[in-house]
């Protein structure tokens, strides 16, 4: 699960995945900006890339966010059929994603505004599109990051609400916080790794950085990793403690100024 919360952030783009679908939307975008702003009346071109621009990103925002909701679905399920707890069909998180895309299209909503100021003062188009020494208004960084927010928040509201449906007197769960433990960890994740609570309960957040202090899930922070999974004792079988064995060993070895990894990620040490 770890993985694929990290494929999500991979299709939105990220400095280490710079083909994901925001980032390509930008490079294009700003290709096709330079363009518009050499010409001698700039603001009708301008206005086309911006509207393209806009287009595409509702478009590949909007599949990304129904690709985290059906991930938390099926998480959720998967997890629940271990436990031989059958999960209560499906559910719509509707109104969630579409206010989840607007959100991230208000961050693009202010550069549209601001490009669109700037060339009618006639500023530097390099305040616009940048340089290799400065970011311009038309920077993939805002719009990337809420995406990633808003991605990880609907997998995990997609998980809880269908673990909800199915928390039966049959089977009722806790749920506990299994961070991927490897060289980028933050300590965020590493102090909460194998923390247990109800499910109606927050996890309680010491580390940083981190959003807030308590949490109903994950993410916790930007582009966080950290899984939730359902939790019953009787099949703990060591686990936890072995979990917590390993986030302590990274914060032992990183107080020592040294950086250990773990290939491929792991729970454990």
């Known amino acids: 699960m770890n993985d694929r919360v990290g494929d999500l952030f991979a299709k939105i783009g990220t400095s280490a995945h710079p083909r994901g679908d925001v980032y390509l939307d ?4 700003r290709l096709a900006l330079e363009a518009a702003l050499g010409k001698d009346n700039p ?3 301008v206005r086309d890339v911006l509207r393209n621009l806009r287009r595409q990103l ?8 129904n690709d985290a909701a059906s991930l938390g679905q099926d998480e959720a399920q998967r997890q629940m059929r271990f436990y031989q707890a059958r999960p209560r069909g499906g559910i719509r998180l509707t109104d969630q994603t579409n206010t989840a895309v607007e959100s991230v299209m208000a961050k693009y909503t202010a550069q549209e505004a601001a490009i669109t100021a700037l060339v009618l ?24 990051g809420a995406a990633a927010y808003w991605g990880a928040f609907l997998v995990w509201n997609a998980f809880d609400t269908q673990v909800e449906q199915g928390n039966t007197a049959e089977a009722v769960f806790m749920k506990q916080a299994v961070a991927a433990l490897d060289a980028r960890t933050t300590d965020c994740c590493l102090r909460v790794h194998g923390q247990i609570r109800e499910l109606d309960e927050p996890f309680h957040l010491t580390g940083t950085p981190r959003f807030a202090d308590e949490m109903d899930w994950p993410g916790f922070h930007w582009y966080c990793r950290t899984s939730g999974v359902l939790y019953q004792e009787e099949f703990d079988d060591g686990l936890t403690d072995k979990m917590r064995d ?4 990274f914060m032992r070895e990183r107080e020592a100024g040294r950086t250990p990894d773990n290939f491929p990620v792991d729970a454990f040490r």
Do not use: C, K
């Open 246 to 249: 390993g986030a302590q060993f």
């Open 43 to 45: 603001l009708p071109a």
């Open 26 to 29: 930008y490079q294009n975008a």
């Open 121 to 144: 003062s006639g500023a530097d188009p390099l305040q616009i599109v940048g340089d290799e020494s400065r970011t311009g208004i038309l920077s993939v960084g805002d719009v990337a």
């Open 58 to 65: 509702n478009s590949d925002v909007g599949s990304v966010f």
